[in-house]
């Protein structure tokens, strides 16, 4: 290991893996590291907002999703830290001697956030450098998993750049404002979505003191080929019906929003684990209409059955928010330096791993 800083390279292609490599670079500050982060291009879902939004100076790199099918062109950058295993990636990770190389970046993937689906996950991972995991449970259950694959010498690491342990929010007794953060696939029926405008604006009538935000994850333009397209946009539902004046639509950044927020509320939304961690009070509702349509509820309340988020619906109405359960933070959350030690570690432990090629031209089985 040489006494450069390291170069590390942080994909992204939507409003959700651009939020993981701001986050990333953040957790990653204190290092000895030249954090880049690079949009790509081809198919990106980002719009001009969001990026400006989250990353008002533009990304540090214009990239093809096709750079990442050769080795080669990458083998300036030392790792490269991902949220999403996009299949370029995937294809050239998934070759033998691609793997077996000396002089090639170490790949280290993390969950996506929220992972409902996370058999799926551990698959598109089985062949990066490093998987890092949120809850802890999902450590055992890949250590399971990839024994039956045998997916060879990986490091396994705890954490996620959104999954910071909580500090308490100083100024909330001065905060009035309550958010619903929306989110693209939930609820999924109509009837559902008009069941939460109609919770909503039963909790503004009752609160004429307070402003309750409809919290928009995209304008209705914004996303159209996102791999989670919303079918029914909140402010196509209201245009034509009338609210009381303190519901209001927002779509501003994230950060501000949680700095403004006395209340927050949400379905399925990684909102959730944002609101925990900046310490606001958070109702998760899942018992709206017709949810038995959503594939999300279930794995939802699986997820946060223990944390004491999980609400009916007329403590919801009431702004009965409770203090998050002390043992659940425990397996979700983590520290900016634990995370950034155990990123140092995967990089360290890829470093240490025996080497059997290092010529950078493929042998005649290449993808044996």
């Known amino acids: 290991m040489t006494d450069r800083p390291l170069r590390i390279l942080v994909p992204f292609a939507d409003d959700s893996t651009l939020f993981f490599a701001a986050r990333m670079r953040e957790i990653l500050k ?37 750079a990442f099918r050769q080795v080669v062109p990458l083998q300036e950058f030392d790792v490269i830290i991902t949220s999403r295993m996009f299949a370029p990636l995937r294809d050239m990770m998934r070759k033998f001697w691609v793997r077996q190389m000396a002089d090639r970046p170490c790949i280290l993937a993390f969950q996506g956030g929220l992972d ?30 990839s024994e039956s694959i045998d997916a060879g010498r990986q490091f396994l690491g705890f954490g996620h750049p959104v999954f910071l342990r909580p500090g308490p929010a ?22 559902g979505r008009m069941h939460v405008l109609r919770m909503l604006t039963a909790i503004a009538r009752a609160n004429p003191d ?12 914004e996303n159209l080929d996102h791999l989670h397209r919303e079918e029914f946009a909140y402010p196509d539902l209201m245009a034509d019906q009338a609210f009381p ?87 979700f959350f983590t520290t900016p330096k634990a995370l950034a030690d155990d990123v140092m570690a995967a ?15 493929p042998p005649l089985e290449a993808d044996l």
């Open 30 to 66: 204190d290092t000895k590291s030249e954090v880049l982060l690079a949009q790509l291009v081809t198919g990106s879902d980002v719009s001009y907002r969001q990026l400006t939004n989250i990353l008002p100076q533009g990304p540090d790199i214009l990239l093809r999703n096709e």
């Open 116 to 145: 409902f689906d996370p058999e799926r996950g551990f698959f598109n991972r089985r062949f990066a450098d490093g998987v890092f995991l949120v809850p802890k449970g999902d450590i055992t259950a890949y250590e399971s998993y």
């Open 170 to 191: 100083s100024d909330l007794g001065d905060r009035r404002d309550v958010y619903f953060f929306a989110q693209a696939q939930s609820p999924r029926s109509l009837t």
């Open 210 to 221: 307070r402003t309750v935000w409809l919290k928009l994850r995209h304008l209705p333009h």
């Open 245 to 331: 004046d303190n519901l209001k639509l927002t779509a501003d950044p994230m950060d501000e929003v949680l700095e403004r927020a006395a209340v927050g509320i949400t379905c399925t939304s990684t909102a959730a684990v944002d609101l925990v961690r900046a310490g606001v009070p958070t109702l998760i509702y899942l018992d709206y209409v017709e949810n038995y349509f959503d594939p999300l509820v279930e794995p939802m309340r699986r997820l946060f059955e223990a944390s004491g988020l999980v609400a009916p619906l007329e403590q919801v109405l009431n702004l009965e928010a409770r203090p998050p359960d002390p043992a659940w933070l425990e397996t």
């Open 347 to 361: 990089i360290a432990h890829f470093r240490s791993r025996p080497v059997a090629i290092r010529s950078i031209v």
